[in-house]
């Protein structure tokens, strides 16, 4: 049994291998990591404390996906909802659908019961003023709501890059990923993410599109991406990764030729993505374009988790 996280999720796996130590399955394990991270608000790329859209919301997405069933769930833009993975595994186990967003994923989350709070911490809250006050001319917080465009003030999305700090917590890439393979051999994946900073209102990543931001199936293997999702979504990197290994490729083989179909658009935002995988004997590896990546991992055997580089690719 294994647990594999990005390196934000060191908050929440030794909470999901105590999971797979209880005997609990995979898909309990990487539920629970993720919602140990979705609690911390100093993460603010997820969860309580996750950084706002430009209207000042803080917005949801996240995925859940059993690799032995190959059931998944998944929210988009949710508010209020702190632990977005949850809901997404109550959208794959309580629901006919498999992907819930807004104001649906809000109703549904009130039918079974979850609470709703206000997920915008002074922090962020802070982080977004200062965002609208330091343009030229400065925006009025207070004001956005009313305001006829909100395009100009998001921008294309290479350009708002230009000023972003790779290594920083409001860069357009954070997100936590979870994937974990439990004693009986079953494999799942986890996702959850606030989204991308500042975003045009109603922007979904590649976190809750099963087969980009995660997938995991029991016979191959399982992935899942953090990064700029507007070139996750466009090469489906997860489902990718897990198709190349059907192929007989291995896990090394099948990293690199997903991260290269990222590389092959030609797209700046590639280089903001990072893509961990879990094999079904228990292989992890790491492969990113951005410099000075990491996950973490915690084996059955180990008493503490441990860090890894990723490989890094260049564009
Ligand atoms: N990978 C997270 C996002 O693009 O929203």
Do not use: C, K
């Amino acid at each position: 049994m294994i647990v594999v996280s990005t390196a934000n999720g060191t908050a929440g796996i030794r909470e999901a291998m105590a999971v797979l130590r209880d005997g609990g399955s995979a898909l309990d394990a990487v539920e629970a990591g993720t919602r140990r991270v979705e609690l911390n608000a100093r993460d603010h790329t997820v969860g309580l404390g996750g950084l706002p859209n430009i209207l000042g919301e803080v917005r949801l997405d996240a995925s859940i996906m059993d690799g032995h069933t190959l059931r998944a769930g998944a929210v988009g833009s949710v508010r209020g909802i702190l632990h977005a993975v949850t809901l997404a595994r109550r959208v794959m186990e309580q629901s006919p659908h498999v992907l819930l967003v807004a104001d649906g994923a809000e109703r549904f989350a009130r039918e079974i019961g979850m609470a709703e709070q206000d997920l915008l911490t002074e922090q962020a809250a802070a982080r977004w003023r200062e965002r609208l006050a330091n343009r030229q001319p400065p925006v009025d917080p207070d004001g956005i709501a009313g305001r006829d465009r909100l395009l100009e003030l998001v921008g294309d999305a290479r350009d708002s890059m230009r000023g972003w700090d790779p290594a920083g917590t409001d860069a357009p890439h954070g997100t936590v990923n979870f994937l974990a393979l439990d004693g009986g051999g079953n494999l799942a994946s986890a996702v959850s993410t606030s989204g991308y900073p500042w975003g045009y209102p109603g922007r979904l990543g590649d976190s809750p599109i099963i087969g980009a931001g995660g997938y995991a199936d029991n016979r191959w293997g399982a992935a899942a991406s953090t990064g700029t999702g507007e070139v996750v979504l466009r090469t489906l990197t997860t489902r990718s990764v897990v198709l190349y290994l059907r192929t007989g490729m291995t896990l090394d083989q099948a990293m690199r030729a997903a991260l290269s179909d990222l590389g092959a658009l030609n797209d700046p935002l590639a280089g903001h993505v990072a893509v961990i995988a879990l094999t079904p004997s228990g292989r992890h590896a790491g492969y990113a374009y951005r410099s000075g990546e990491h996950y973490v991992y915690l084996d059955g055997a180990m008493a503490e988790p441990e860090i890894a580089a990723m490989v890094q690719m260049r564009l």
